[in-house]
């Protein structure tokens, strides 16, 4: 595994192709979160507010997407993660995220980060400043 | 109305971070890596302790800010902003109290939107910050009409 000090401007962390969403993934992240609006877990409430289904919580797609991150741990940490929500996350989507390097400045490195979705559209994207 | 709750703040809520809520929600965001919940690992990381996700700070008691009663219906998330001094540690006292930034509205293809800006605050027991979640909070004019009511 390569090192985040060692990327360059333009080098990407490997992918992660999320699985699926699932209703069951959605209803973790409601407990484990405490988020329980039921947009995210009912049909019949996401239908009243016009929505086709539930749609997933942009937080559940955010916490994802800082486990590109997590194996650079012990070299440093997400100093600053900035996200706009920009798309819906549907059940069965599949969502890939991704992270580039666009800037680098003494210990800090600076990534764009995605999620996109199988239709190639970003529903999340943002950055992230690593710290080391 | 809202612009009126600019500045209004709610009052520090103490939140003790525990190892299983951590676990909980790694396993939910699914990344449930050992730094975040093993306590050996974490003994022996550069943190000499287990860590939260960085998006653990949604499940924090910010308190309530009386003046502003948004309704629980018909918020678009916006946007999310986090800003750490360092990662947050397992079984470290954490307290958080949110203010609202601001307040403004623009003009778009779907009419008059609002954007609430909502921050909250996370600091040791010795008041030190540990990290600020910025949270923008689209509401549509519709919606806004029936907080009126």
Not at chain 1, 69 to 89: C, H, N, S
Not at chain 2, 115 to 126: A, C, I, N, R, Y
Request: glycine share 10%; charged share 20%.
């Amino acid at each position: 595994m390569n090192r985040i000090a060692n990327l360059q401007i333009g080098d990407s962390l490997t992918e992660i192709p999320l699985k699926p969403v699932t209703r069951l993934d959605l209803i973790k992240y409601a407990g484990a979160s405490g988020d329980f609006n039921p947009i995210h877990t009912i049909d019949a409430e996401a239908e009243k507010a016009g929505l086709p289904g539930i749609i997933a919580h942009g937080m559940w797609t955010m916490g994802n997407l800082s486990k590109l991150f997590t194996p650079y741990l012990e070299e440093g940490f997400i100093q600053d993660y900035a996200i706009r929500f920009k798309g819906m996350v549907f059940l069965e989507d599949v969502i890939t995220l991704t992270a580039t390097v666009i800037e680098k400045q003494g210990g800090q490195v600076k990534f764009n980060v995605t999620a996109v979705n199988q239709h190639q559209k970003n529903v999340l994207q943002g950055d992230i400043l690593f710290s080391i | 109305m809202l612009k009126s709750t600019i500045g209004k703040r709610s009052s520090k809520m103490k939140n003790t971070i525990e190892r299983g809520s951590v676990r909980k929600f790694a396993e939910a965001i699914g990344d449930p890596a050992s730094i975040y919940f093993d306590e050996e690992v974490g003994k022996n990381s550069k943190y000499k302790n287990n860590i939260a996700p960085p998006t653990f700070p949604v499940t924090f008691n910010v308190g309530s800010i009386p003046e502003l009663n948004l309704p629980t219906e018909g918020l678009i998330h916006g946007e999310q902003i986090y800003h750490y001094t360092r990662p947050l540690v397992v079984g470290e006292d954490v307290y958080c109290w949110m203010e609202v930034k601001d307040y403004y509205e623009k003009s778009g293809n779907f009419g008059n939107m609002g954007f609430l800006v909502l921050t909250k605050h996370g600091e040791d027991p010795s008041g030190e910050l540990l990290f600020t979640e910025e949270r923008i909070v689209i509401i549509s004019e519709t919606v806004r009409k029936g907080m009126l009511v």
